[in-house]
C-alpha cells in the first residue's frame, strides 16, 4: 500500500536548520512529484514547494525561498526539506504529500511531523 | 500568491445539503481546471476528496459533488451525515507553477 512517511520535526530555535525527510513505499517512487504542505496550529494548510523527477525542476512558495531547499534521492525512495533560517510563525506540523505527475492534485498525504520554532 | 477564499464555517441539519465556496482569480482557478477539495478531521492528515474539479476518488461517496463557474469553485455535500463534521479545503494549481490553498471551512452538522 502507498505509505508516505515524514520524519525530522523537533524544536528548534529561531533562526536555525533542520532538515525534514519523507520516505515513500509502495509505488514506483520516480514517477510522481513529491510537495510539502504545512500546517501552523489552527490553522490552514499553506504548500511550501515541490521536487519532480527531474532535479532541476523545483519549485518554492515565495515565504520560503532562499532559506528552503527541497531535493529527492531516488535510491532511498527519500525526499528531503532542508529548511534554514527558520522563523517562529513557521511553527507547524509539515506534511509530504504525492502527486502524479502532471496531475495538479495530491492523492496521498504522510502523517505529518511537527517542527516547533521556539526559544 | 493569495489563498483562496472559502467561508470559515458552514453548518446543517442532517439530511440536508450544504455548499462551500472557493473563490479565486483568474491565475489560479479560472486558469486551470484543476481544483480540488480535501477533507481534514483533527489531528489527521487531509485527505483527497475531490480532484480536476468535479472528480471522485474511488471510496468517496457520490454524497460529495463540485463545480467551477469561472474563478469561483464550489464543493456540495448532500444527506449530510454527522461523519462529514470535519475541516474541508480547496486548492487550485496557479500560473506561477505554485499551488494554492483556501483558508478552510468548518463544516458542523446540527
Known amino acids: ?119 | 500568491q493569495s489563498a483562496l477564499t472559502q467561508p470559515a464555517s458552514v453548518s446543517g441539519s442532517p439530511g440536508q445539503s450544504i455548499t462551500i465556496s472557493c473563490a479565486g482569480t483568474s491565475s489560479d482557478i479560472g486558469h486551470y481546471d484543476s481544483v480540488s477539495w480535501y477533507q481534514q478531521y483533527p489531528g489527521r492528515a487531509p485527505q483527497l476528496l475531490i480532484y480536476d474539479v468535479t472528480q471522485r476518488p474511488s471510496g468517496v461517496s457520490d454524497r460529495f459533488s463540485a463545480s467551477k463557474s469561472g474563478n469561483t469553485a464550489s464543493l456540495t455535500i448532500s444527506g449530510l451525515r454527522v461523519e462529514d463534521e470535519a475541516e474541508y479545503y480547496c486548492c487550485s494549481h496557479a500560473t506561477t507553477s505554485t499551488w494554492v490553498f483556501g483558508g478552510g471551512t468548518t463544516v458542523t452538522v446540527l
Open chain 1, 1 to 119: 500500500q502507498v505509505q508516505l512517511v515524514e520524519s525530522g520535526g523537533v524544536v528548534v530555535q529561531p533562526g536555525g536548520s533542520l532538515r525534514l525527510s519523507c520516505a515513500a513505499s509502495g509505488f514506483t517512487f520516480s514517477n510522481f512529484v513529491i510537495h510539502w504542505v504545512r500546517q501552523a496550529p489552527g490553522k490552514g494548510l499553506e504548500w511550501v514547494a515541490l521536487v519532480a523527477d527531474d532535479v532541476n525542476n523545483r519549485k518554492y512558495a515565495d515565504s520560503v525561498k532562499g532559506r528552503f531547499t527541497i531535493y529527492r534521492d531516488n535510491s532511498k525512495n527519500t525526499v528531503y526539506l532542508q529548511m534554514n533560517s527558520l522563523r517562529t510563525e513557521e511553527t507547524s506540523v509539515y506534511y509530504c504529500a504525492r502527486e502524479r505527475w502532471g496531475s495538479l492534485y495530491f492523492d496521498y498525504w504522510g502523517p505529518g511531523t511537527l517542527v516547533t520554532v521556539s526559544s
